[in-house]
């Protein structure tokens, strides 16, 4: 059990890891965003560039590199690069207010744990930060 308090001086276990596992969540979504968006624009500058070679399409626009080919998997990485960027900032606003108001984190803890389960299940946050998240959040559950 936790048993650190605000007057105690000292720093929540359960805080310290939820900022932590939700700093791992942001900056994996945030690096995977932008490796999506410098992977796009290359794309982008190469398609249009070469005309009709097979991988791009040639004249009936169903090669394996075409836009409307992979533009599913791209939304895809998209959302779930979005949802461990949420995750994450989720976590580390819990963490944060855990320390700012121990009494109330079990609360946090419900919502560190959830935003963390998501952030693990979207497969960002080099896996670590969602992990640290849910021991986080089960620490601050755990504290009466």
Not at 28 to 48: A, P
Not at 106 to 133: D, E, N, Q, R, T
């Amino acid at each position: 059990m936790e048993n650190v308090s605000k007057t105690g001086g000292g720093i929540a276990p359960s805080a310290i890891l939820a900022v932590i596992g939700g700093a791992f969540m942001l900056a994996g979504g945030i690096f995977t965003l932008s490796m999506l968006s410098l992977w796009n624009q290359q794309m982008g500058m190469t398609m249009y560039g070469l005309g009709g070679s097979m991988m791009m399409g040639g004249s009936s626009g169903w090669g394996m590199m075409t836009p409307g080919g992979t533009g599913l998997m791209w939304w895809a990485v998209g959302v779930m690069s979005a949802i461990s960027v949420g995750a994450g900032a989720v976590s580390i606003a819990g963490g944060l207010a855990i320390h700012r108001k121990p009494e109330s984190a079990g609360i946090w803890g419900i919502g560190i744990l959830i935003a963390s389960i998501v952030g693990l299940v979207s497969m960002s946050g080099f896996f670590v930060g969602p992990i640290l998240g849910i021991i986080g959040g089960i620490l601050a559950m755990a504290k009466r």
